[in-house]
């Protein structure tokens, strides 16, 4: 019999998925944080990236909460390792949103698990929110981090209009990596048998 409520299995996969998700996310991180002007675009190409494990994660567990649980612990590392409790926030927001929008479609439907990537997507906009509401602070810990030059950069490509221009470039970067999520899955582990 097959049960609706999250099973040991379940928190395993959670885990395994959202462990995979992090460290994916963070190397792609370190890699944008090298150049200034992809700052911004920080939420659009992770969202591209990290698709392809999103995708794979929703088609395996397909319970309500999973989602939830995994936006929570991402924001708990991240709040955690930045000392930014706003990410705890945005990832609470994205992940109930996201959990709401992939339960219409009952965890099983890909449009609604793609829309809803595009929303869980924002979960790292608490982090990218710190450039417009706690300027001074955000660029004081770009300059002890990267030099007074990076800081003048991150500040030049910052202005206060960037932020709608962020906050839809998560959204797009969501369903753009749940397209390319959903295509991968389909081509390499249902094809395969793996699913």
């Not at 309500?64 to 990410?87: C, E, K, V």
């Not at 982090?127 to 001074?136: G, N, S």
């Not at 004081?140 to 960037?162: Q, S």
Request: proline share 2%; with cysteine.
């Amino acid at each position: 019999m097959k049960t609706k409520s999250l099973q040991i299995q379940d928190y395993i996969n959670i885990g395994l998925f959202t462990a995979l998700y992090f460290v994916t996310m963070f190397m792609t991180g370190v890699v944008i944080k090298l150049i200034p002007v992809l700052i911004i675009a920080m939420p659009t190409i992770i969202g591209s990236v990290c698709g392809i494990i999103y995708m794979l994660f929703v088609s395996k567990v397909k319970k309500r909460g999973m989602i939830l649980i995994m936006a929570i612990i991402l924001g708990g590392l991240m709040s955690l390792i930045s000392g930014i409790w706003l990410i705890l926030i945005t990832s609470l927001i994205s992940g109930v949103t996201a959990e709401i929008v992939s339960g219409m479609g009952k965890y099983k439907k890909s449009n609604y698990l793609i829309a809803g990537y595009s929303f869980f997507n924002c979960w790292s906009l608490g982090a990218m929110l710190t450039i417009w509401l706690y300027r001074d602070w955000f660029l004081k810990k770009m300059e002890d981090t990267g030099g007074a030059r990076y800081a003048e950069l991150i500040k030049r490509f910052t202005p206060n209009w960037m932020i709608f221009i962020v906050i839809l470039g998560a959204l797009f970067g969501g369903l753009f990596g749940g397209i390319i999520g959903k295509k991968v899955l389909h081509k390499h582990f249902v094809k395969g048998g793996l699913i």
